[in-house]
């Protein structure tokens, strides 16, 4: 199978899963095991060429000419991550299956864990740096969506936002980190970058780059000081706290340290900064493990403290160091992912977590409490299970360092200290939970859950005892192929022997064993009650502090720039924009100075000199009639966009042109809707208010004038220059042969610069929707329900005959005529948009025109009809039209990435149709077809949701009459 297939499958499969009814378990949870097999099968199938040190790659061309492409690398490490990623997947979806209850939102879950899965799986086989920090990013949203699963619970959604706010900040530091490495590798290609390793550590700009890297890195892995966060994700659903915060999303972090390695790996910095986080990590954790009466709170600091181990030995610039941290990486998501889902079975059976209520559960469930019991054991490093090992190769690399004096003294020691801490709360869970007297605190009766609940857990703690006992056997080939990569090629001399002779580690370990025994037999009852000394320790260390204290000072800083900037009246904050865009076009003006250029006048005619004078004397008149009649100045302010349109014509620009005129008529129905939202002019009797109001007013004038000219000055200035590199030649060569048509500003919109128009028609239709969002819970000012309601329906030509006839009757007789021209118009309207959409190619027109000119007949039955005679009747169902619009825009650029063409890549062919002849028709058109359907959409999106809030007005000032009429 293809590895890009490999790469996509997740995706398809979340997308699928989404759409399965929300409810049947048993069609969700087979669906998803079945996606995640079909990922770890054909990977686990590559093993021999990936073993025998083949890097497999595929690349898929995006921006050939930025160096930026799609490109799936798997060697041996990235093997065995996305085998990680896939295998664990694979048991978690089982396990949550039984895990979940029948009210939670399966189709939610799976959706979002088979995405978090693409998301993971693109981190680890990325073969550009570049599109890893994409892949990074999105692990972080599906993780918030994942740890906020169960919305109804407030520490859920705290915990989400954390662990979003500081592994996403940490992933915008991560991005600035690659660019500087690419920059320095002079490619952003992972294998120009891992071949780079000197020059990149010898350049000036490496310790910038490093420290970004590292926050990434660090942030991702709850690494001191950001180990905060990690605790709180455990208000998610288990499941998720095994397959993210044990196995996969907090070991991104160490990912890349491990796959950066040869690139960063080697200086002082590097030791001093990741030794020393991981080492302060290793103890904080484990520290604060052994303090926790919540079995998940437990294990979350439990994993900082590994986590801390596995950065502690990246740091130690050392290749056997680095192997040891590879080992500990794949052990420790077998007996880590083990336990977390042995406290889901713990949790699931009993209804509580809490240590303190959990005495004697092994009389009621034997068979989980041996498989945790195991699973302890190999977290606490006991023989023969293969904690120890990757425990006994940790030690020995502390013994063996080469640095000061006293840090060959002190680091055997902390790994000493962390090694009794582990054994501590190792005992915690093991003896707290399941032996002693049987509790009679437990919510309800504890029994064995079902088998396939716990098959998971019984493989992931065989693999513990697998690989325990036959290391060599079962994981040295494995651990070999996984190693070689990140140590740069070439495996240092290792043995995974069970004895290596009675040594300085062996002395460690048993140091470590027996102080952890001794300790929980002297302070068991002091670790159960948490003693204030140990949590005083754990508060004042704790990062949590200063992230809230930094967002209380953020909230702060925002809350009184709104008071200082802000202000819900429109007029002062035009007044800003205007301000700062004048002052920065000003300094814009006194850095670079404007010259007038040589290039030839056009003279001028009398007929434009005409036009404009026309066009001047409207905005001058639409400026003085706002004060006195707002109808009159749209009016007059319409004039002036339609001389607009014909200055576009004029100098032969007849896209833009067509494209202007309707936009005009949209935006003078949107001014339209909106007059009646503005507050009633007042005359102010006070002669203070009125003298403020008139230095308002030349105020405005003055900054009028000085940003018209302004712009007039530096318009001239840039239409009289010479363009030496303009781009403009190359668009209109290239237009025919490379975009096949000939109107080149189409052409550029769908083909050439495809990619920004489907950001922008993405960004119209986020508008649209979110517009209609904040519109549905939106009223009007009261002044505005106040009004009569003579002047909100009709206007006031029509005042006379409503008091004559009644406003029910005259208003149906003076709509009368308007609608039957307007529905005649309708079908016109469809046959001139559908030829502006058909000659948009090679004459002037295209989709965004033709959606405007639909949009304008749809919003013309709005106005003659109302929205209930359309809605009842035509069914429009704007979000419709934007989701197909997209999907088409999007469909487009994939099929030509499915046959093996950049993104959006345009071909033209020329279909013979019966009566109609030979049709040019390229793959464009479906581009533009996605243009035309967000256009329409968004624009009835936008106007139909206002035109809603003036129909809920009236009724609820209808409703307001007939109860004052009534009383």
Excluded at 127 to 137: A, D, H, R
Excluded at 215 to 234: D, E, V
Excluded at 605 to 628: D, H, R, S
Excluded at 630 to 653: D, E, P, Q
């Amino acid at each position: 199978m293809p590895l890009l297939l490999i790469l996509l499958l997740p995706f398809v499969g979340a997308v699928v899963a989404a759409l399965l009814p929300t409810n049947a378990r048993n069609l969700e949870s087979s669906w998803a095991a079945a996606v995640a097999l079909a990922v770890a099968v054909p990977l686990a199938l590559l093993y021999p060429e990936v073993a025998s040190g083949t890097v497999l790659s595929e690349r898929l061309a995006w921006l050939p000419s930025l160096g930026l492409d799609i490109v799936v690398r798997l060697d041996g490490f990235a093997w065995m991550f996305a085998m990680l990623v896939s295998g664990m997947g694979l048991l978690v979806v089982v396990y949550a299956r039984y895990y979940l209850s029948p009210e939670d939102p399966a189709a939610r879950f799976y959706s979002l864990l088979l995405g978090f899965m693409g998301a993971m799986l693109g981190v680890v086989v990325s073969g550009n740096l570049v599109q890893l920090v994409v892949f990074w990013e999105l692990t972080s949203v599906f993780s918030f969506l994942l740890i906020g699963y169960w919305t109804h619970r407030k520490d859920a959604r705290r915990g989400a936002r954390m662990a979003f706010t500081v592994t996403a900040t940490g992933g915008l530091a991560l991005l600035a980190g690659v660019l500087l490495i690419g920059h320095i590798a002079g490619s952003h290609e992972l294998d120009v970058v891992l071949a780079a390793g000197e020059a990149v550590r010898a350049h000036a700009l490496y310790p910038l780059a490093l420290g970004l890297v590292l926050l990434g890195a660090l942030t991702k892995s709850a690494q001191f000081p950001f180990h905060f966060w990690l605790p709180h994700a455990m208000a998610a659903p288990t499941p998720v706290s095994a397959y993210l915060h044990s196995a996969t999303m907090v070991k991104a972090g160490v990912f890349l340290l491990a796959r950066l390695w040869p690139v960063l790996a080697g200086s002082e910095a590097w030791f001093w900064i990741v030794g020393g986080a991981g080492l302060a990590t290793l103890l904080l954790g484990a520290y604060a493990a052994m303090f926790q009466n919540d079995l998940k709170g437990l294990l979350a600091y439990s994993t900082i403290s590994h986590l801390g181990l596995i950065t502690l030995l990246l740091g130690l610039n050392s290749p056997l160091a680095a192997v040891a941290a590879v080992f500990h990486m794949m052990n420790h998501a077998t007996f880590k992912a083990s336990l977390f889902m042995s406290v889901g079975i713990i949790d699931h059976e009993t209804g509580t977590r809490d240590m303190r209520r959990l005495d004697g559960l092994f009389r009621a469930m034997p068979v989980t409490g041996t498989l945790a019991i195991v699973a302890c054991a190999a977290m606490a490093g006991v023989p023969l299970l293969n904690g120890f090992l990757s425990k006994e190769m940790f030690f020995a690399e502390t013994v063996f360092v080469t640095a000061h004096p006293s840090v060959e003294i002190l680091l055997p020691a902390a790994a000493t200290l962390a090694g009794v801490f582990a054994v501590v709360y190792s005992l915690r869970f093991g003896h707290d939970v399941f032996f002693g007297p049987t509790s009679g605190d437990c919510p309800r009766q504890p029994h064995e859950p079902v088998h396939w609940m716990r098959v998971p857990v019984e493989l992931l703690v065989l693999a513990c005892v697998v690989v325990g006992t036959l290391p060599a056997w079962s994981i040295g080939p494995m651990l070999a192929t996984a190693a070689t990569p990140v140590v740069g090629g070439r495996l240092p001399d290792y043995s995974l022997a069970l004895w290596h002779g009675f040594n300085e580690p062996l002395v460690m370990s048993l140091v470590a064993s027996a102080g952890g025994v001794l300790v929980y037999l002297l302070f068991a009852e002091r670790l159960r009650r948490r003693t204030r000394r140990g949590a005083a320790l754990i508060g004042a260390l704790d990062g949590q502090r200063l992230f809230h204290a930094t967002l209380a000072l953020a909230s702060d800083l925002a809350r009184r720039a709104v008071r200082w900037l802000g202000t819900r009246r429109l007029q002062p904050q035009l007044l800003m924009m205007f301000v700062i865009a004048g002052l920065a076009g000003l300094g814009s003006a006194l850095i670079v100075p404007l010259a007038w250029g040589d290039r030839a006048r056009v003279p001028a005619t009398p007929e434009f000199v005409a036009l404009w004078l026309i066009a001047g004397a409207c905005a001058i008149g639409a400026a003085w009639q706002a004060k006195f009649h707002r109808l009159a100045a749209l009016t007059l302010l319409s004039v002036v966009g339609l001389v607009l349109c014909i200055t576009f014509a004029w100098f032969s620009a007849p896209d833009l042109a067509l494209t202007q005129l309707a936009v005009e008529v949209v935006t003078m129905v949107l001014f339209l809707l909106g007059l009646r939202w503005m507050p009633k002019r007042v005359e102010e009797d006070d002669p203070r208010t009125t003298l403020r109001a008139r230095w308002r007013r030349r105020r405005d004038l003055v900054l009028a004038l000085l940003v018209g000219v302004g712009l007039s000055v530096l318009s001239y200035a840039l239409l009289t220059r010479h363009a030496p590199l303009s781009i403009s030649p190359f668009f209109l060569e290239n237009a025919l042969p490379g975009g096949g048509g000939t109107n080149v500003v189409n052409v550029m919109l769908v083909d050439f610069r495809a990619f920004d128009t489907l950001g922008e028609i993405t960004v119209l239709g986020i508008v649209g929707i979110t517009v209609y969002a904040l519109l549905r819970r939106f009223r009007p000012p009261q002044e505005v329900i106040d009004r009569p309601a003579q002047q909100r329906v009709i206007p006031a030509s029509a005042v006379s005959d409503l008091q004559s006839e009644g406003e029910g009757e005259a208003a149906q007789r003076y709509l009368e005529v308007p609608a039957v021209l307007v529905r005649l118009l309708l079908p016109v309207a469809f046959v001139f948009a559908f030829h502006l959409f058909m000659r948009g190619h090679n004459e002037p027109g295209g989709g965004f025109v033709a959606g405007l000119v639909v949009a304008i007949a749809f919003i013309a039955q709005y106005m003659v009809g109302g929205t209930r005679w359309v809605e009842a009747r035509l069914r429009l169902l704007p979000p419709r039209w934007i989701a197909f619009g997209l999907a088409a825009a999007l469909a487009t650029g994939l099929g030509s990435l499915a046959l093996g063409y950049p993104f959006l890549t345009t071909h033209t062919a020329h279909v013979h149709w019966p009566l109609v002849g030979e049709v040019h028709l390229p793959t464009a058109a479906l581009f533009d077809l996605g243009v035309f359907a967000v256009v329409v959409g968004s624009t009835l999106l936008l106007l139909t949701a206002i035109a809603h809030q003036s129909l809920r007005a009236r009724r609820q000032q209808a409703a307001a009459d007939d109860h004052e009429e009534q009383a």
